[in-house]
């Protein structure tokens, strides 16, 4: 099975600021990777696929980047509706397809 | 517009059964591999188990396998999962999820509540 983990746990920035979420691969997943938002009570949104791809309707301040086993997920300039946890899950070598364990943005 | 509705969810005894539904709308259902992945309280998410388009592979993740069974009726745009023998820990918020492409999950429906406790 395939371990996915990010980084931070939690990370702190002010509007209109920039954040820099981590994913790293146990193993190589090639780009195989996707990035989810989950806001409070509501489901995940797909926000990028392929590693850099952007989904249908995401803004262009979210960019995702990396292969193998290092991925970052970056917002440009941080808008009040982007504060939210982001997962990433990798679909190369499954099942099981896997998550990490979450990235939580809060306001600073 | 692409939508999933589950259904199904509530309270049930250690050791009792529970069946989930989620209805499909918008898209060709039976063109599309399906998937459940559930969240615990305050946790993260977990991927429980996809199947097939036409139901003819299914998979499972090894804490549900060999109670949980998935399922889908292509003819009524459902995809179901019946589940056995719960254990607290199956006590999450479980969402049905479209497979598409690689395998990325795409669109999510909204979810439904499973707590398992006596």
């Known amino acids: 099975e395939i371990v996915m983990t990010q980084s931070p746990a939690t990370l702190s920035v002010s509007p209109g600021e920039r954040a820099t979420l981590s994913c790293r691969a146990s193993?190589?997943?090639?780009?195989?990777l996707a990035w989810y938002q989950q806001k409070p009570g509501q489901a995940p949104r797909l926000l990028i696929y392929?590693?850099?791809t952007r989904a249908t309707g995401i803004p262009a301040r979210f960019s995702g980047s990396g292969s193998e086993t290092e991925f970052t997920l970056t917002i440009s300039s941080l808008q009040s509706e982007d504060f939210a946890v982001y997962y990433c899950?990798?679909?190369?070598?499954?099942?099981?397809?896997?998550f990490g364990q979450g990235t939580k943005v809060e306001i600073k | 517009e692409v939508q999933l509705l589950e259904s199904g969810g509530g309270l049930v005894q250690p050791g009792g059964s529970l069946r989930l539904s989620c209805a499909a709308s918008?898209?060709?259902?039976?063109?599309?591999?399906m998937s459940w992945v559930r969240q615990a309280p305050g946790k993260g998410l977990e991927w429980v188990s996809s199947?097939?388009?036409?139901?003819?592979?299914?998979y499972y993740a090894d804490s549900v396998k060999g109670r949980f069974i998935i399922s889908r009726d292509n003819s009524k745009n459902t995809l179901y999962v019946q589940m056995n023998s719960l254990r607290a820990e199956d006590t999450a918020v479980y969402y049905c999820?479209?497979?598409?492409?690689?395998?990325?999950?795409?669109?999510w429906g909204q979810g439904t509540l499973v707590t398992v406790s006596s």
């Open positions: 999820a479209r497979k598409s492409g690689g395998s990325w999950f795409d669109p």
């Open positions: 918008g898209f060709s259902f039976n063109n599309y591999p």
């Open positions: 199947i097939t388009y036409n139901g003819g592979s299914t």
């Open positions: 193993q190589s997943v090639s780009s195989h």
């Open positions: 392929g590693a850099s």
């Open positions: 899950q990798q679909y190369d070598n499954w099942p099981p397809w896997t």
